[in-house]
């Protein structure tokens, strides 16, 4: 009889257990049931299940907010199920994290709308504040701060509480002061110390944010914000004025290399060089062809092919200005309308061989690594490729200074400059130094080419773009003066992102020109004018 009652208790264990099996999703735990409201298709459930989600403390709370913005979370209406579909196109179940073959017939990605969208971007905040990864965790509170959700500022104070890294502390002091802005039932203290962290911020987004803040407030947090927005228009207007500098620094650097080449050219030979915009093309196009074979036959030295242009650059488009020189401008010294009509006749020939040979479109030159991307200097934005233009601008004119001051060749150039009869004299070969200097000149052009290639479209006019302002560089700093040329295209450069704020592009242009035609006007030979008997002649 008590082995009938043990059998019987056994088998009432065994039901109760299978029964609990069976009955086990009924019973499932929070974070299952918030998983399965993405299935109900309904915004305001949407809503909930990611406030739950995030809020639970389960691993797979950030991949499946993290496919809700993407698209990428798919829910079956029939069984109530989720799935996640990774990037590499596996696809789990958003509750187990088991894999699953194929997704049912009826799934379908969980729909979200603009409010919808700024809550899920508040949760991969709040999810991402306490990633190991202090740039993860400056992100997340940025993320926090746009958003100001209310619900994130116990996460915020844990946070706070525990972060040691200075970037990070603040961004979360920040966010923290946000959200105690548009906290409701926020203190007039703590809305007054809030405004003033958003003012020590001092970006367009903390202006914004202030904006946003709504009227009903006590009076010292509406007078505190007035104060503090005025505070950062102030900031930002002198923020905008270096930014407007270091534009107008980055587009003079431009012109000094697009017009260094023609300094040196028209200040010894007095040679009005209208094909000088095609050097530059050449240049630019030889980085292509270097670019073309290493993407084909060596992709690993792409970084270094930048590295590799430049001398090739400065010998190809060399040798073609020699060529130039011996075949066409040598019989047309002393003549310079001649000599203007010659080099635009060449200019357009150039132009028509490199579209015979690369086609009339834009050709794609890449950045390497090193010149891609940007840093914030306070609020000033400052992109790679431009400061490495820079510095590469500054490089070459100190190396082409030593050169003429310290090499035989540059001694015989400043001589044919300032007395070209008396260097003949002297025994001088001053058609050698013609040669050699339209070379020079034509060489700097193709350097300028490859750096242009990393700011601009290649293509068969790639040249035209710039000849103009060149002139007016040199024209403007002095004929012939290299320093002339450096303080001129800066000025210029600098001048001309002041102005385009004010009165467009276009004005802005035709407003640089007329301030250069009234300022030769005054002085002919420009700010730096050359020295010799012979100019003073």
């Avoid at 002091?173 to 946000?178: L, V, Y």
């Avoid at 320093?483 to 004005?507: H, M, R, S, Y």
Wanted: glycine share 8%.
């Amino acid at each position: 009889m008590f082995a009938n009652v043990l059998d019987r208790f056994r088998a009432l264990a065994l039901s109760l257990l299978l029964i609990a099996a069976v009955a086990s999703p009924a019973l499932a735990g929070p974070f299952e049931d918030a998983v399965g409201k993405f299935a109900n298709d309904e915004f305001s459930d949407t809503d909930e299940a990611i406030g739950a989600v995030a809020t639970s403390g389960n691993p797979l709370a950030f991949a499946i907010i993290s496919a809700l913005q993407d698209g990428r979370l798919m829910a079956d209406p029939d069984s109530k199920k989720v799935y996640v579909t990774q990037p590499d196109g596996k696809i789990i179940d958003a509750v187990t994290a088991e894999f699953v073959a194929s997704l049912p017939a009826a799934a379908a990605a969980v729909r979200l709308n603009n409010r919808l969208r700024r809550s899920v971007e508040a949760a991969l905040g709040g999810l991402t504040l306490r990633s190991p990864d202090p740039a993860k965790r400056i992100q997340a509170a940025q993320s926090v701060f746009k958003t100001h959700d209310e619900a994130m500022l116990p996460l915020v104070d844990e946070a706070l509480k525990k972060e040691t890294v200075k970037a990070a502390r603040l961004a979360f002091t920040e966010a923290r002061a946000a959200i105690l802005l548009f906290k409701p039932d926020a203190t007039e203290a703590e809305k007054l110390e809030a405004i003033a962290a958003i003012k020590a911020r001092g970006d367009q987004e903390a202006m914004a944010m202030l904006t946003g803040l709504t009227g009903d407030q006590p009076a010292a947090v509406v007078s505190a914000a007035a104060n503090a927005k005025a505070a950062i228009q102030r900031s930002l207007a002198l923020w905008s004025m270096v930014q407007n500098a270091w534009y107008g620094l980055s587009l003079g650097s431009v012109l000094l290399l697009a017009a260094i080449g023609l300094a040196i050219t028209f200040g010894v030979m007095g040679v009005i060089n209208m094909a000088h915009g095609e050097m530059v093309m050449i240049g630019a196009y030889v980085t292509f062809v270097v670019q073309e074979i290493i993407r084909t036959s060596y992709p690993h030295l792409f970084d270094y092919s930048l590295l590799m242009a430049v001398p090739l650059a400065f010998i190809v488009a060399g040798a073609i200005g020699i060529l130039i020189e011996r075949s066409i401008i040598r019989f047309l010294y002393g003549r310079p309308l001649e000599t203007l009509l010659a080099t635009w006749g060449l200019s357009l020939v150039l132009q028509q061989a490199v579209r015979t040979m690369f086609g009339p479109t834009n050709r794609e030159v890449g950045n390497p690594s090193w010149m891609s991307g940007a840093f914030e200097l306070g609020q000033v934005t400052i992109t790679y490729n431009r400061l490495w233009i820079l510095c590469f601008t500054l490089a070459v004119f100190a190396i082409l200074l030593a050169m003429l001051r310290y090499t035989a060749l540059g001694l015989e150039m400043r001589a044919v400059t300032q007395n070209r009869r008396m260097a003949a004299s002297m025994g001088i070969a001053t058609s050698r130094v013609d040669a050699l200097t339209f070379g020079l000149g034509s060489g700097i052009a193709g350097i300028a080419g490859v750096a242009l290639s990393q700011i601009d479209n290649v293509s068969p006019n790639l040249g035209q773009s710039y000849i103009i302002d060149s002139f007016m560089v040199v024209v403007f700093g002095g004929v012939g003066n290299l320093w002339g040329t450096l303080v001129g295209a800066f000025t210029l450069g600098i001048a001309n992102k002041f102005l385009e704020p004010v009165a467009g592009a276009v004005l802005g242009k035709i407003a640089i020109l007329v301030l250069i035609i009234l300022f030769i006007q005054k002085r002919p030979r420009g700010l730096f004018a050359l020295k010799g008997r012979a100019v003073e002649a």
